[in-house]
Each structure stands twice: as structure tokens, then as C-alpha cells.
């Protein structure tokens, strides 16, 4: 079985072709799946919950539970879809349990004042410092407006896609997406031109 | 179309999924709209920064820690328990069996001979039933107050037998005064 995902045939075989494999004891074919997503999946998460070891800890999970749930995967979704909302749904978890325990962690954001960019003049270091205040707006967006944000916006997800990840009509996501694009402008109006 | 209108389509002008006579008045209103025109400006340079934001890397032991959790995932121990229907089915007969078991099993007697000071005051009744004034002292604690049903001969003579059923399968104390 090891022969047929060798490196050189590997990068060309579908992700659910990779899941046939794992469902029937080829553990090489996480492996593949992992080298394929573990980068997208912690950015992800990382523009979820603005916590970089958070990520790392939720995207291990994320592929656990692929492994986890091998055999109960169908293809008739695609791989990255069903990928995706394992990925969303623990992030949106991790979430509610910190506005729950920790409820003053984005007030506290939304009372900053930020400085302006505009008047850096190192081009540079303001592309890093837009980045991060670009960052702590996705962070002030509620969890159903931030993740169908996130799906389009910084994965490249289709709207047909992002319907099936989050798991609401086609129209709620596009309506989402785009009180959730008026929102973050809102809030970087000082930066953004 | 007022600004507030424009807001709902802004998204579908700057992607280019409106469709023509839609997108003609949303040109018409920002044409006469500063605000609304920077808005969408704005909106659409919004979009264009988030798809290059800097990726953050994967820590260096990244890979390691989810190898080691998943080969504790894949040990034979991990497996089974959890997920597997079949244990839990049979879990289920168990626990089932055990507790038809226990409720069936009949109950127990069991006899013993003490002195009438030393017989449970379970109820004020007690005393009357004895026929004595004495003031006895509970041994035998969590015995049922309803079901305490002295036998109709129990006044009679020096030694008098005293039955004190109790609920469910708790032992049947039998009590003999002298």
C-alpha cells in the first residue's frame, strides 16, 4: 500500500483518495494529508482565535479527529470542506469557552485606541503593524461573521463552499460576508484607503 | 437606491456577481455619493489586504507532538473502548444483567436473638406494643416505619418474637425479647 503513495505520486493524489487509504490502515496517507493542510489549517485557526499556540494545540486536534473519524468519512463532501469544519467548529468551541471564562478578553480590545499607520514611515513595518490591526478586527467580529470572513477572505473559499462548512443557506453567508467586510472596515477606517 | 441599500451590494459590486441592471445603480448612487464611494474603496481594499496576510509557520515540534498523540490515538488500548459499538453493547448487557441480578435475587432472613432493651425503637408505639415504659435505643438504623408490623401475639407471655420486615432487599430482622 506504501508503494502506491510513494513521494513522487503523492503531491498528485486527491485528498479523498488519501482518506480511502487511512480508512483502510494506511496511516502514510495522514501523513500526506498533514504535509497538505497542517499550514493552512494553524492560519486558519490563528485568524480564528488570534492565539498562535491555541492554533497549533486546535489544528493537532483537528487532524486527531480526522484520524479519529477515518472510516466515517463519505467523499460525496469534499475532503477540505469536511477538514474545514472540523477546524471551525473547534475554534468556535474555543471561542464560547473563553467568552464564557474570560469575557472581558475582546472588550478590552474594542477599547484601544489605535495608533495610525498611516504615519509610520517605514513601509515595512507598516505592512507588519496593518497585519496585526487587521488581526485584532477579525478578533472583534462575533464568531458567525468572523469565520464565513475568514473562509472567503483569507482561504479562498467559494461561497457554495463556505454554505457547507458553517452549515447555513447560501444568502445568510453572503449577507455574513458582507456586514462582516462593512464591520472590519469600520474598524480599520483610519488605515485602510 | 439610498446609502443604505448600496451597504446590502457592495460586497456582490466589488466581486462582480450583480447582475447588469443592479450594478448600473449602484454606479448611479456612488457616482452621487462621495461617502458611499469611499466606502466601497475602502471595502475593496479591505478584501485585496486580507488574502496577503503574513502566514505565521508551524512551531518546530509541531509535527512531533501530533505524531506522538495520534500514535497514542492508534494504540490498541486507545481504540477499542470509545468508539467501538460492540463494547459498548455489551457494557450494556452487563450493567443490565447485574442489576436484574441484584433486584431478583430473594430476600435474605436473618434472626437475632437480644435482649427486649436491646430491640429497635423505630416508632413511640414501640413501647406500647412492648408493653413496658422502658426507653430502648435504636441499633438497627434505617429500618422502615410503615412496614413495622408487630405480630398480635407479641404481648403474650415473657419471650415474644418481634418481626421487623423492612423495605426492598434489605435483611428481615427478627427480634426476640426474654
Same mark, same amino acid.
Given at each position: ?15 479523498? &483518495? ?5 480508512? /483502510?490502515?494506511? *496511516?502514510? !496517507? +495522514? ?80 477599547? &484601544? ?5 498611516? /504615519?509610520?514611515? *517605514?513601509? !515595512? +513595518? ?68 | ?178
Amino acid at each position: 500500500m506504501r508503494e502506491n503513495l510513494s513521494p513522487q505520486r503523492r503531491t498528485k493524489i486527491p485528498d479523498e &483518495e488519501l482518506m480511502f487509504h487511512l480508512a /483502510r490502515g494506511n *496511516d502514510y !496517507a +495522514l501523513e500526506v494529508l498533514v504535509k497538505r493542510y497542517e499550514l493552512k489549517i494553524i492560519n486558519f485557526v490563528y485568524r480564528m482565535v488570534g492565539d498562535f499556540d491555541q492554533a497549533e494545540d486546535i489544528a493537532q486536534e483537528v487532524f486527531i479527529r480526522v484520524y479519529r473519524h477515518r472510516e466515517r468519512y463519505r467523499p460525496l463532501a469534499k475532503f477540505s470542506t469536511w477538514l474545514y469544519t472540523i477546524a471551525s467548529n473547534l475554534a468556535k468551541s474555543e471561542l464560547r469557552r473563553r467568552s464564557i471564562f474570560n469575557p472581558i478578553s475582546f472588550t478590552r480590545l474594542r477599547g &484601544e485606541r489605535l495608533s495610525s499607520i498611516k /504615519r509610520s514611515p *517605514d513601509k !515595512a +513595518l507598516l505592512e507588519k503593524e496593518l497585519g496585526q490591526k487587521i488581526q485584532e478586527g477579525i478578533g472583534k467580529l462575533k464568531p458567525n461573521y468572523r469565520v464565513p470572513l475568514v473562509l472567503r477572505d483569507v482561504e479562498g473559499f467559494s461561497y457554495e463552499e463556505i454554505s457547507e462548512i458553517v452549515g447555513c443557506p447560501l444568502g445568510t453567508v453572503k449577507s455574513r460576508i458582507n456586514r462582516a467586510r462593512l464591520k472590519l472596515r469600520e474598524i480599520l477606517d483610519d488605515y485602510i484607503s | 437606491m439610498n446609502c443604505k441599500e448600496l451597504e446590502e451590494l457592495l460586497s456582490g459590486y466589488i466581486e462582480g456577481t450583480l447582475n447588469q441592471a443592479v450594478a448600473e445603480e449602484v454606479e448611479a448612487h456612488l457616482a452621487g455619493c462621495s461617502r458611499c464611494r469611499e466606502k466601497m474603496h475602502q471595502m475593496r481594499a479591505l478584501v485585496g489586504r486580507l488574502k496577503d496576510l503574513e502566514m505565521v509557520e508551524p512551531s518546530a515540534g509541531f509535527e512531533a507532538r501530533l505524531w506522538g498523540q495520534l500514535r497514542r490515538e492508534s494504540s490498541p488500548r486507545s481504540r477499542g473502548w470509545v468508539f467501538s459499538p460492540i463494547s459498548a453493547l455489551a457494557a450494556l448487557f452487563l450493567l443490565v444483567a447485574a442489576g436484574y441480578l441484584f433486584l431478583s435475587r430473594p430476600p435474605q432472613r436473618r434472626s437475632y436473638l437480644i435482649s427486649e432493651a436491646d430491640i429497635v425503637n423505630i416508632h413511640p408505639s414501640a413501647n406500647q406494643l412492648l408493653g413496658t415504659g422502658s426507653d430502648y435505643q435504636t441499633r438497627e438504623a434505617g429500618i422502615s416505619l410503615e412496614r413495622f408490623k408487630p405480630p398480635e401475639d407479641s404481648l403474650s407471655e415473657g419471650r415474644t418474637r418481634y418481626i421487623l420486615p423492612v423495605i426492598s432487599n434489605r435483611p428481615q430482622v427478627e427480634a426476640t425479647s426474654f
